[in-house]
């Protein structure tokens, strides 16, 4: 495992490098093309049931689980991007864009999973060819209708409890300031090199390897947990 981490690493940042940006900001542009794809993928699903009643592809539970965690864990790494960084006013366009992406691909799932739950119950009955031939004019108005219903009652609700709860006047918002305060996870290494001539304090041994865990001087004085029985010797 570590050395296909290390591997990819590697490639990583030769073509950071070759594109003059970082690690971080790097992966949050190819994670946002990612969303995108994703968004507009699910867009023209829903679109075509609004003409046909029947998508043409549709995700499976893994598929879904993928399309949720790319926005999500965009929006994660963002803030630590050169996009995003120490400007408030990007994480909140960040935010409102990442979250859009999670609802399109939240409803798109909706959409399908009743479109998908309800031709299988047509398709089961005996005679459904004589049900989809004599009524099919019935049918794909009502599964359209339901792929345009869903997303017109919860869109206007969703991004009124959003925008209200964000611009909330009430002095602290703690809404807003936790996305303005959010630095996001850093993707590059760390600037702060250790080696044979860094002041460096040995914290405690590793006890599979017997290697000694240590730190940097500077960061003497971070808070640090340390947790174990009595008579173990945590000072």
């Given at each position: 495992?570590?050395?296909?981490?290390?591997?990819?690493i590697?490639?990583?940042?030769?073509?950071?490098?070759?594109?003059k940006?970082?690690?971080?900001?790097?992966?949050?542009?190819v994670?946002?093309?990612?969303?995108?794809?994703?968004?507009?993928?699910?867009?023209v699903?829903?679109?075509?049931?609004?003409?046909?009643?029947?998508?043409?592809?549709?995700?499976?539970?893994?598929?879904?689980?993928?399309?949720i965690?790319?926005?999500?864990?965009t929006f994660?790494?963002?803030?630590?991007?050169?996009?995003?960084?120490?400007?408030?006013?990007?994480?909140?366009?960040?935010?409102?864009?990442?979250?859009?992406?999670?609802y399109?691909?939240?409803?798109?799932?909706?959409?399908?999973?009743?479109?998908?739950?309800?031709?299988?119950?047509?398709?089961?009955?005996?005679?459904?060819?004589?049900?989809?031939?004599?009524?099919?004019?019935?049918?794909?108005?009502?599964l359209?209708?339901?792929?345009?219903?869903?997303?017109?009652v919860?869109?206007?609700?969703?991004?009124?409890?959003?925008?209200?709860?964000?611009n909330?006047?009430i002095?602290?918002?703690?809404?807003?300031?936790?996305?303005?305060?959010?630095?996001?996870?850093?993707?590059?290494?760390?600037?702060?090199?250790?080696?044979?001539?860094?002041?460096?304090?040995?914290?405690?041994?590793?006890?599979?390897s017997?290697?000694?865990?240590?730190?940097?001087?500077?960061?003497?004085?971070?808070?640090?947990?340390?947790?174990?029985?009595?008579g173990?010797?945590?000072?």
């Open positions: 495992m570590k050395f296909i981490s290390k591997f990819i590697k490639y990583l940042d030769i073509l950071v490098k070759k594109c940006t970082d690690r971080t900001t790097f992966v949050t542009y994670l946002t093309l990612v969303s995108a794809y994703i968004v507009i993928d699910r867009v699903e829903i679109i075509i049931i609004w003409f046909t009643g029947m998508s043409v592809s549709y995700w499976g539970p893994i598929a879904y689980t993928v399309a965690m790319v926005p999500w864990f994660f790494i963002a803030n630590a991007s050169k996009f995003a960084y120490n400007n408030n006013k990007a994480k909140l366009s960040m935010f409102y864009t990442y979250s859009l992406a999670l399109i691909v939240g409803i798109s799932f909706f959409v399908q999973s009743f479109n998908r739950f309800a031709w299988v119950m047509i398709l089961s009955v005996p005679n459904y060819q004589e049900i989809i031939t004599e009524f099919g004019h019935l049918i794909r108005p009502a359209a209708s339901i792929a345009i219903y869903l997303p017109i919860t869109f206007f609700p969703i991004f009124r409890w959003m925008y209200t709860k964000i909330d006047p002095f602290p918002n703690t809404f807003l300031d936790s996305i303005n305060d959010y630095v996001g996870v850093d993707l590059n290494p760390s600037t702060i090199e250790s080696g044979p001539y860094s002041l460096e304090i040995n914290l405690c041994n590793d006890k599979s017997g290697k000694g865990a240590k730190i940097l001087d500077n960061r003497r004085l971070q808070g640090t947990l340390i947790m174990g029985p009595s173990v010797r945590k000072n």
